[in-house]
């Protein structure tokens, strides 16, 4: 897939969660065909300690607005930096990066996607896709409490959620691999991003049920196009970069301990 170099216009910026801003980004031309799962690396102004680019996950494309979301977690200077954008203010992006999410392999097939934290961020985007292709999506989305659930309308505008909540403020107490919707339902195949000890125990679960899975990883990354071997993950098929090989990855290419 042909990648871009391009300013985009900030058109909106909210703040679902303190923590968060969510970036709508918009462009004067159709925004470029990108698939669910693939990054942008974003740069950063006015910031001596910013100067790689950071890498953020589509959370969304509106084609009808012509707009292609950014869901981001402040956590340090980069990420707070992009959090004080004010709507008119430019953005660089390289993208689309990386390979995104299986493409639905066949109609009607029953999806589990999995999120955690702001890993939930691309499974808007994967879980509209798989709906508007024929597939069945459903959500479980896992959080520490009830105010860090995001983009939950969003969610269920699409397909059915299914929450956990280490708190039990919202949904099943504890973590996603002890929903009772595990015990009951069957999935085709899963989908999982967030926290690795997350997708670690999401990938322990599928396995010992025989379903197929992918995980999507966050390794630190610089260039974001494979040049400078920052974000090696160790696979059965040798040593790759996570920015171009991944960062969906199925489970038994990698080496983890499951
Ligand atoms: C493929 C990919 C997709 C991502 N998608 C999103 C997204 O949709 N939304 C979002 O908010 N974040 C996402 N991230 C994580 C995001 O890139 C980092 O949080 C960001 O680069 C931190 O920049 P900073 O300047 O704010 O923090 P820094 O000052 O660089 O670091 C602050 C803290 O964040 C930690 N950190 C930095 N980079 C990462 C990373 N890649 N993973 C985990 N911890 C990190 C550092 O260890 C440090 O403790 C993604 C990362 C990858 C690799
Ligand atoms: S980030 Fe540079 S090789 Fe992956």
Redesign the pocket.
């Known amino acids: 897939m042909k990648k871009y170099v391009k300013d985009l216009v900030v058109k909106q910026v909210e703040f679902p969660h303190e923590l ?1 801003v969510l970036l709508k980004l918009t462009d004067s031309e159709p925004l470029p065909e990108t698939f669910p799962g693939q ?1 942008v690396e974003v740069k ?1 102004e006015g910031s001596p ?2 100067f790689l680019r ?4 589509i ?1 969304f494309v509106d084609r009808e607005k012509n707009e292609l979301w ?11 930096k992009l959090a004080e954008l004010k709507e008119g203010d430019m953005l660089n992006l390289v993208f689309p990066l ?1 390979n995104g999410f299986s493409p639905v392999q066949k109609q009607g097939e029953k999806v589990l996607l999995v999120g955690g934290g ?1 890993g939930v ?2 499974l808007l985007d994967y879980g509209n896709y798989l709906k508007a292709h024929g597939a069945n999506p459903v959500f479980l989305l896992g959080a520490r409490s009830k105010s860090d659930l995001l983009e939950q309308d969003l969610f269920k505008s699409i397909a059915p959620v299914y929450v956990t909540t280490e708190d039990g403020s919202e949904g099943e107490k504890g973590f996603v691999t002890q929903h009772t919707l595990l015990n009951i339902e069957h999935f085709d195949r899963i989908s999982v991003c967030g926290p690795k000890p997350m997708m670690v125990s999401v990938a322990r679960y599928a396995k010992s049920s025989g379903t197929p899975c992918e995980v ?6 610089a260039c974001g196009v494979g040049a400078c071997l920052c ?1 090696v993950e160790k696979t059965v098929k040798g040593n790759v970069c ?2 171009k090989e991944g ?1 969906v990855f199925d489970i038994n290419d990698l080496t983890w301990n499951i």
Do not use: D
């Open positions: 968060y990054f950063v300690q910013t950071r890498p953020i996950s959370n950014l869901l981001i977690k402040k956590v340090g200077e980069g990420t707070h990386g702001v961020a691309p999507s990883l966050e390794n630190m990354m974000c996570v920015c960062p």
